[in-house]
């Protein structure tokens, strides 16, 4: 022994090395039932918000897609140059309609939802294709989804130009709004850039640019020189042999994505091969 007092800092270091026990009662962990409590309040908060981005379907809703007139007034008027018919990837517009969001006004905006749910895209992207083939440089794709009470829950449409990938929506949630109308109470609903994108923008009076919040283009989006078709695709007869093996790849596109199951995939591919 040298005499010398120990601090009691080193009185607790020697107890704890010397008594393992007794250091660890002084440091007891969280108890049991607060641990679960904490792992079911994080679980909540990950399915809130897993929710929150999500837009609830229903397999009773009704889906429409079609070709309309883009008109000479409104191409001169956003100064729009469009690249159709141009024959696109399934996978790139799944990617596409994944990717856009939309935000609601309450007292403030919501989190961020999706535009389209998981099945919409399954059932749309594969009709949006097809209608961008038969397109020309005058037309906008367009495309509505109606519930069981004839509804409609989202409507807008979609088009190729050199400044990149355009989406409209003109109805969410059965809230309405015209593309270029700037309401003075603000707006009940937002479509919201993520990455890649922005909003389209107009030139309302003279160094008066607004951006118009339910138009969003993919800008980094650069057409495929050798998808671009010279002239539109001509419309198949359902029992042809052509559409057939068309309808039989968009098929096989689906199932390899895991969008349909191997069920699903045995039923559509007897009925289309039953077609011929």
Known sequence: MTGKKLSASKVHAKNAISNPECYRIN?????????????????????????????????????????????????????????????????TLQKFMLSLAYQERNVSWSPKKRVFSSHDIQVLAPRIKEQFALSSKNHRVTYQIKNSKGKTLLKGDTFLTSQGMNWR????????????????????????????????????????????????LFINFHPNPKRILKKPALPQHEGS????????????????????????????????????
């Open 27 to 91: 440091h007891n962990p969280m108890p049991q039932h607060l641990r679960i409590k904490t792992l079911i309040f994080l679980l909540l908060v990950t399915l809130l918000a897993d929710r929150a981005y999500c837009q609830p379907h229903a397999k009773n809703h009704s889906y429409s897609v079609a070709t309309a007139p883009l008109e000479n007034q409104e191409k001169n008027e956003y100064h729009l140059k469009v690249i159709q018919p141009y024959a696109f990837n399934l996978k």
């Open 169 to 216: 929506i003109t109805t969410i949630n059965r809230s309405k709004r015209e593309i270029g109308d700037f309401s003075l109470m603000g707006d009940s609903w937002r479509l919201v850039p993520l990455t890649g994108q922005k909003y389209k923008t107009h030139e309302r009076q003279k160094n008066l640019i607004q951006d118009i919040s339910n138009w969003v």
């Open 241 to 276: 042999p052509t559409n057939a093996k068309n309808r039989l790849k968009v098929l096989d596109e689906l199932k390899s994505e895991g969008l349909i199951n191997e069920k699903e995939y045995e039923k559509k591919r007897q009925e289309i091969l039953n077609s011929l």
